[in-house]
């Protein structure tokens, strides 16, 4: 069974500049999650998602950052424009039930 | 809501002796609490959870975990470490009716040849 698939692994842009982050989950998983980890801390919620409909997004900072899962499956996270801050590890999860979250192995973004 | 905390930033330990790191969660309800390891440059892969029943969890490469309810603790055990053990680890907790996860910090652990 494949796992949650991100890409692109790295990334590095100037600031000011957008970039978008997709994620494919395990096939069968409803709920999907987008997290940041900062170099030295534990991945923080940014979103997640229910089928198509994100239902806690409070932390996601709406001024700069958009995500979408259309049809219920893959989903993109966007930031416009990056700033020098948003330097990070970008982790996508999926789960099928409450019990247990499934990572990919993240997109780092260097914002130069 | 939920909180975690791990106590030690960095665990150095030679190869072969064992190692204990430590998590400590606060929550007003019944809890899941995990932990997760991520090698360099990787995401998080699940090493153990507990979620009801015998509070001794074994999980992948070795590990244990026990769940204290009392001190709020669920501590990562491992007999006798290796070098490919070298890595960060992650305790979380989630509230049992709820789908909201909560990490630590993390611990790096090193080990040493």
């Known amino acids: 069974e494949a796992g949650v698939v991100q890409s692109p692994r790295y990334k590095i842009i100037e600031k000011k500049q957008p970039v978008a982050f997709w994620c494919n989950p395990i096939?069968?998983?409803?709920?999907l999650y987008w997290y940041l980890q900062n170099l030295g801390q534990g991945p923080e919620l940014l979103i997640r998602y229910e089928n198509e409909e994100a239902v806690d997004d409070s932390q996601l900072p709406k001024d700069r950052f958009s995500a979408e899962r259309l049809k219920g499956v893959d989903s993109t996270l966007k930031i416009q424009p990056a700033e020098l801050g948003d330097s990070a590890v970008y982790l996508c999860?999926?789960?099928?039930?409450?019990?247990?979250?499934?990572f990919g192995e993240g997109s780092r973004l260097t914002v130069l | 809501a939920q909180s975690v905390t791990q106590l030690d930033s960095q665990v150095p330990v030679f190869e072969e002796a064992p190692v204990e790191l430590r998590c400590n969660y606060s929550s007003s309800v019944s809890v899941y609490l995990f932990w997760y390891v991520q090698y360099p440059n990787q995401g998080l892969q699940l090493l153990l959870k507990y979620l009801s029943g015998s509070t001794l969890v074994k999980g992948i490469n070795g590990f244990e975990a026990e769940f204290n309810k009392s001190q709020t603790s669920f501590h990562l055990r491992k007999p006798s470490v290796h070098i490919s053990d070298t890595a960060e680890y992650f305790c979380?907790?989630?509230?049992?009716?709820?789908?909201?996860?909560?990490f630590g910090t993390g611990t790096r652990l090193k080990v040493l040849a």
């Open positions: 999860a999926s789960s099928y039930d409450t019990r247990e979250l499934f």
């Open positions: 979380a907790v989630k509230g049992s009716g709820t789908y909201k996860y909560i």
């Open positions: 096939s069968g998983h409803n709920t």
